[in-house]
C-alpha cells in the first residue's frame, strides 16, 4: 500500500483549497484518513471516510468546513480528497493521509504517505 499527499499549499485565511491522497495497493477494504500536525503539537485526525465510502468522520474543529470524498477507481487506485473551505490560520500544519480502521484513529492507521503543508495567512 503506497499513499501520496499532495495539493498543499500557502491560502489567505477565508480561502479554500482541495487535497489529494493518491492510494495504491488495494486500499479498497481500508478507511483512509487524514491527519495533520501543526509545529509543536501532536498529530490530530481530521477526517476520516469508510472502506465503502459512505461513514465519515470530522474532527469537531473542522465540521462544516471540511469535506472528505473517494474516488475508487479501481482495486488497485483510488485518491481519496478533502476540500477544505474557510480555512483559519489554526487550520495550518502538514497534512498526512493513512489508511486503516477510522475507528481507531491514529492507532488504527497501518500505512502513513508523506504529508503537504497547508499554510494559512491571517
Known amino acids: 500500500v503506497q499513499l501520496q499527499a499532495s495539493g498543499g499549499g500557502l491560502v489567505q485565511a477565508g480561502g479554500s483549497l482541495r487535497l489529494s491522497c493518491a492510494a495504491s495497493?488495494?486500499?479498497?477494504?481500508?478507511?483512509i484518513g487524514w491527519f495533520r500536525q501543526a509545529p509543536g503539537k501532536e498529530r490530530e485526525g481530521v477526517s476520516c471516510?469508510?472502506?465503502?465510502?459512505?461513514?465519515?468522520?470530522?474532527?469537531d474543529s473542522v465540521k462544516g468546513r471540511f469535506t472528505i470524498s473517494r474516488d475508487k477507481r479501481d482495486n488497485a487506485k483510488e485518491s481519496v480528497y478533502l476540500q477544505m473551505n474557510s480555512l483559519k490560520p489554526e487550520d495550518t500544519a502538514v497534512y498526512y493521509c493513512?489508511?486503516?480502521?477510522?475507528?481507531?484513529?491514529?492507532?488504527?492507521?497501518?500505512?502513513w504517505g508523506k504529508g503537504t503543508l497547508v499554510t494559512v495567512s491571517s
Open positions: 471516510i469508510s472502506s465503502a465510502g459512505v461513514t465519515t468522520y470530522y474532527v
Open positions: 493513512a489508511a486503516g480502521d477510522c475507528g481507531s484513529g491514529y492507532y488504527g492507521m497501518d500505512y
Open positions: 495497493g488495494f486500499t479498497s477494504n481500508y478507511g
